[in-house]
């Protein structure tokens, strides 16, 4: 654990997250770790904005049903700007678009120590 | 090894008259005789007394109309069929003939005149067993004629590659393929083109499952509509149980019924979803209290108490669509703690109003630690506490809001400040509802209880 501690220590995630009570145990894990966590924010146009106006984001923790939108334009600006993600997500992994079917990928109800794990291997 | 008593056999080699006689008087199916010119008999077989039940005395010297029902015999047909024999030198035909007791039997007959002109020879057959099995057929065959054509399901008959030879007139009708169009694979046309390689395999794995089974999008000429049908269709097997190389089949419209299998699938994918993110939400209750709890106990009580606060929200969810009734939210929330608390304290009014589902969790969740911090420390937990909720529907600029204002009075707030420790009410308040309903909140302590003002933008 110490060292995968290290691993994420004063990066940036972005949270993107429509349930407040979730992001907030998002953000509980992140910060016992060390990190800094932008947003959470929990609509698709706010985090699109957040992912252009950001100055650093090293990683992202993505819900992807937000409120009647998906958050796949995140994924696909996150990716351009190579920046590495995880989902975090109600949704089986067979119902995300292929193009995303490999990518990191956590079921809800998650575990904090597998997410912690999970986030400090992006 | 010699024979030589045996003589010269005359019995097995008769002359040939006698041969004739031998032949003609073992026919006993064959009903045997010969007519005089204008119809009189003149020989009679055995047959003919077995298959008529007239006796060679009876009949001798009789005009041999007597075997036809009455009225072909009316009709002439007995000189016509003789007329018919000289004419074209037999006369072949099928029909009821009459016996002697006067029952009926179904004949098959020829006549033909003798080469000497002294009358006709005519054999008559017994064939009322045939006869009934062909009308039986004919009505089997009539009964799924008006089967085939009469239930709502399309029709065929095909090969066991699914080339067709026949279709309903109701696949002709729903398909506008009449029956040169449809047959062979011509009926694949009328499915749609994604599903065509779909039923071609259908129709080569029926050649070794011996059924085929497949649901397919057909075509409506109607309307154009491609319309879900299940298409079952299975070899007929002879009387031997053995396959007639013919295949009979239907095709069932499911489209309804698929539509509301779709319409299943994507509600139980949704619920499935609702209940990970509910978990994850008690999951983050879980772990919220237990960090503020100072015992297991402790835990133990608030998570449960929580919980079913948790629990009321999801029931007054479940049962909505896109929104709940505000009142049924706080009220709801006020009976549950009916028991243990003043409820002639409370007073709770305020107009028909419902909240978006979206934020009823947090909002539920937040009503609840204000109940709960009520009965706890303040109005309903002093003598002299009164609590008031009262709320308005706001609308100016297209824009309505919800304005609740959660008001205790008559507390006499406890010295060490222990309520304004930010606590799990608290960040409800202050950030669950801004971040989940756009809500602005304000929670103030003021000296005589607390204060809390929500006001919710409705979309």
């Known amino acids: ?122 | 090894m010699t024979a030589p008593d045996m003589p010269q056999s005359s019995l097995l080699a008769p002359k040939s008259d006698d041969l004739l006689r031998v032949v003609f008087e073992s026919a006993v199916d064959f009903a045997i005789f010969s007519l005089d010119p204008q119809g009189r008999v003149t020989s009679w077989n055995t047959g003919a007394e077995r298959v008529l039940g007239f006796t060679e005395a009876d009949i001798l010297g009789q005009s041999g109309d007597i075997i036809f029902i009455e009225e072909d015999r009316k009709a002439g047909v007995p000189a016509l069929e003789r007329a018919d024999a000289r004419a074209h030198g037999r006369a072949e035909d099928e029909r009821w003939q009459m016996r002697k007791d006067g029952t009926r039997f179904w004949a098959s007959g020829l006549t033909m005149p003798l080469s000497d002109g002294s009358g006709f020879v005519k054999i008559l057959r017994d064939r009322t067993e045939s006869h009934r099995a062909g009308q039986k057929l004919t009505e089997n065959e009539e009964r799924f004629r008006l089967l085939a054509t009469n239930i709502p399901q399309l029709v065929f008959r095909c090969l066991a590659d699914g080339s067709r030879t026949w279709g309903s007139p109701q696949w002709v009708d729903y398909s506008g393929l009449d029956q040169p169009q449809s047959l062979g694979l011509g009926w694949l046309n009328a499915v749609h083109p994604e599903d065509r390689a779909l039923t071609l395999a259908a129709w080569q794995a029926a050649a070794n499952t011996g059924e085929c089974y497949v649901e397919h999008r057909v075509r409506r000429a109607s309307d154009d509509a491609y319309r879900w049908h299940q298409t079952r269709a299975l070899p007929v097997l002879t009387a031997f149980g053995e396959p007639s190389g013919d295949w009979i089949g239907t095709m069932t419209d499911i489209h309804e019924l698929r539509a509301l299998k779709d319409r299943q699938d994507v509600l139980v994918a949704e619920l499935q979803h609702r209940t990970r993110n509910l978990l994850a939400v008690v999951q983050s209750v879980a772990s919220q209290t237990l960090r503020s709890s100072a015992s297991m106990e402790s835990f133990g009580a608030e998570f449960s108490s929580r919980l079913r606060a948790l629990s009321r929200v999801q029931g007054l969810v479940a049962r909505a669509a896109e929104t709940i009734s505000l009142r049924d939210l706080i009220e709801g929330e006020l009976r549950a703690h009916g028991a243990a608390s003043r409820m002639e304290a409370v007073q709770a009014e305020g107009p028909p109003v419902t909240v978006p589902t979206l934020g009823a969790q947090a909002l539920g969740l937040a009503l609840h630690e204000l109940a709960t911090n009520a009965i706890k420390y303040g109005a309903l937990s002093q003598e002299n506490g009164m609590l008031r909720i009262l709320w308005t529907l706001e609308e100016n600029a297209g824009e309505r809001v919800v304005l609740l204002e959660w008001r205790e009075e008559g507390v006499s707030m406890p010295a060490d400040g222990a309520p304004r420790r930010k606590g799990y009410g608290r960040e409800l308040i202050e950030r669950a509802l801004p971040y989940q309903l756009n809500a602005k909140t304000d929670l103030q302590f003021l000296d005589d209880g607390i204060r809390c003002l929500i006001r919710v933008p409705l979309p």
């Open chain 1, 1 to 122: 654990m110490v060292s995968e501690e290290a691993d994420i220590f004063d990066k940036v995630f972005l949270v993107v997250e429509d349930e407040y009570l979730v992001a907030a145990d998002i953000m509980d894990v992140l910060g016992r770790a060390g990190a800094d966590v932008i947003g959470p924010v929990s609509s698709l146009e706010g985090a699109l904005k957040l992912v252009d106006e950001a100055e650093q984001i090293d990683a992202a923790v993505l819900d992807i049903h937000l409120r009647g939108a998906e958050v796949y334009p995140v994924a696909d600006a996150l990716s351009l700007r190579n920046v590495p993600f995880a989902f975090l997500t109600a949704y089986d992994r067979g119902d995300l678009p292929e193009r995303f079917r490999q990518a990191p990928f956590l079921q809800k109800p998650a575990d904090p120590d597998e997410l912690l794990q999970l986030l400090s291997r992006l």
